[in-house]
């Protein structure tokens, strides 16, 4: 970012970048194509020059996003993507080939096991390892190996990866390191520190943060030196070695398969992110509450949160986050408590799947979004039949630990 704060460069970089009739928002840019005076531009721009010819492949709405996106992270560019799944797609369908072997984090969003299984049916071998340890992601290494994926913060069970220590050993394999950085976001942690190669963020949840948008984003830290990978296509090797992963992910995630981010959907983004470290701080605090008053409620048999001096994790999560630890609780309700007959009586408490909304947001991760992974898959991710996934908003606190102490009373 500039020598500016967090928050100051995000709220003001659209107006600095130099918007017509002096616009404070980069406007939306609703069109299909962009039509040109001068042939030998139009054929510039199709062979590599910045510039915009059908917006699949982006649009001046979405560039200004990826802008803002980069300098969160302190990378060198970024591509969208219509949702955080279509920019994990990207990655791991642009970068792999059959044949290939991907390392990658057993504690992952239940959405993108099932995308790696999907990987493993087209022949890219794929080894989940507890990644907490390093030395279990050194152990999976084989001839083949070509990556290395990670969770900032697992979702849902609040693991962290041992991130740095993975980083420096991609290092010195020349592995491509990808960091999901979704949970925390970079207000709370920089891929780029962490060693990664590729850092991809969903949009939708707490950089968009107002639950109307969807959108992802894959980030170039420029740490990793793309003439070493096999796998890029001789077409995209020209020009700065740094950019010739990403632009690799843009050619075939946008223009191949489609996964563009539109306009309108960037705009709605661009706006949230300008309140991101303020929503991202009171949602912290008030789950950092929440965990310790639920950690000794009589009806709960345990709260996962990595600011919990409990949690396995916890010093690296104050190594890695500060005094901040995420906005996610995973809870396990006492046996006696019916889950559903709790849920229920819930008055403020949004029953609902997404993450990172200012709103606070329930699930109960086994009967819904993790159920059709089965009993041994989740048993493997530490997820629990009663665990519920609690996404903290930025309600009054008071009102949060009151609707769930009435809600157990009632259950209970």
């Given at each position: 970012m500039s020598d500016q704060g967090f928050t100051t460069a995000i709220v003001h970089s659209d107006r600095r970048a130099g918007i017509e009739h002096g616009a404070i928002h980069k406007p939306l840019h609703p069109s299909s194509e962009y039509a040109f005076n001068d042939a030998r531009e139009l054929a510039?721009?199709?062979?590599?020059?910045?510039?915009?010819?059908?917006?699949?492949?982006?649009?001046?709405?979405?560039?200004?996003?990826?802008?803002?996106?980069?300098?969160?992270?302190?990378?060198?560019?970024?591509?969208?993507?219509?949702?955080?799944?279509?920019?994990?797609?990207?990655?791991?369908?642009?970068?792999?080939?059959q044949g290939d072997h991907l390392i990658a984090s057993q504690f992952i969003f239940g959405n993108t096991n099932s995308l790696l299984m999907t990987l493993a049916g087209l022949g890219v071998e794929v080894t989940l390892v507890d990644a907490t340890d390093v030395e279990q992601v050194k152990a999976a290494k084989q001839a083949n190996t070509r990556m290395v994926f990670v969770e900032t913060i697992a979702n849902p069970g609040t693991q962290i990866a041992d991130m740095q220590n993975i980083g420096r050993w991609c290092n010195e394999e020349n592995l491509v390191y990808v960091i999901d950085n979704t949970l925390t976001t970079p207000w709370l942690c920089q891929g780029k520190k962490m060693g990664a190669s590729l850092v991809m963020n969903s949009l939708s949840k707490y950089i968009g943060g107002h639950g109307h948008a969807l959108g992802?984003?894959?980030?170039?830290?420029?740490?990793?030196?793309?003439?070493?990978?096999?796998?890029?296509?001789?077409?995209?090797?020209?020009?700065?070695?740094?950019?010739?992963?990403?632009?690799?992910?843009?050619?075939?995630?946008?223009?191949?398969?489609?996964?563009?981010?539109?306009?309108?959907?960037?705009?709605?983004?661009?706006?949230?992110?300008?309140?991101?470290?303020?929503?991202?701080?009171?949602?912290?605090?008030?789950?950092?509450?929440?965990?310790?008053?639920?950690?000794?409620?009589?009806?709960?048999?345990?709260?996962?949160?990595?600011?919990?001096?409990?949690?396995?994790?916890?010093k690296r999560s104050q190594q890695f986050f500060g005094n901040h630890h995420g906005a996610?609780?995973?809870?396990?309700?006492?046996?006696?408590?019916?889950?559903?007959?709790?849920?229920?009586?819930?008055?403020?408490?949004?029953?609902?799947?997404?993450?990172?909304?200012?709103?606070?947001?329930?699930?109960?991760?086994?009967?819904?979004?993790?159920?059709?992974?089965?009993?041994?898959?989740?048993?493997?991710?530490?997820?629990?039949d009663g665990l519920l996934r609690v996404s903290v908003g930025i309600e009054d606190i008071a009102d949060l630990i009151g609707d769930f102490a009435q809600a157990l009373e009632k259950a209970g």
């Open positions: 510039a721009v199709f062979q590599g020059k910045s510039g915009f010819t059908y917006a699949r492949q982006g649009t001046p709405t979405t560039a200004a996003l990826e802008t803002k996106v980069t300098a969160m992270e302190g990378g060198l560019a970024s591509v969208s993507f219509a949702t955080g799944m279509a920019a994990l797609t990207a990655i791991f369908f642009t970068l792999l080939k992802g984003m894959v980030t170039e830290t420029g740490l990793y030196d793309w003439q070493q990978y096999p796998n890029i296509a001789d077409v995209y090797r020209n020009g700065n070695p740094t950019s010739w992963g990403l632009t690799q992910i843009k050619k075939k995630g946008l223009r191949d398969m489609g996964g563009t981010l539109s306009s309108d959907a960037a705009h709605r983004i661009a706006v949230g992110a300008e309140t991101l470290a303020l929503r991202m701080e009171r949602s912290c605090t008030n789950a950092m509450a929440l965990a310790r008053t639920l950690s000794s409620h009589p009806k709960v048999a345990r709260v996962h949160y990595p600011g919990l001096p409990t949690h396995p994790q916890h996610l609780v995973a809870i396990e309700l006492a046996p006696s408590i019916d889950v559903f007959d709790f849920l229920n009586h819930l008055k403020v408490f949004v029953l609902a799947t997404h993450l990172g909304d200012t709103r606070t947001l329930v699930l109960p991760v086994a009967h819904t979004i993790y159920h059709e992974m089965g009993p041994e898959r989740r048993a493997l991710m530490g997820i629990a």
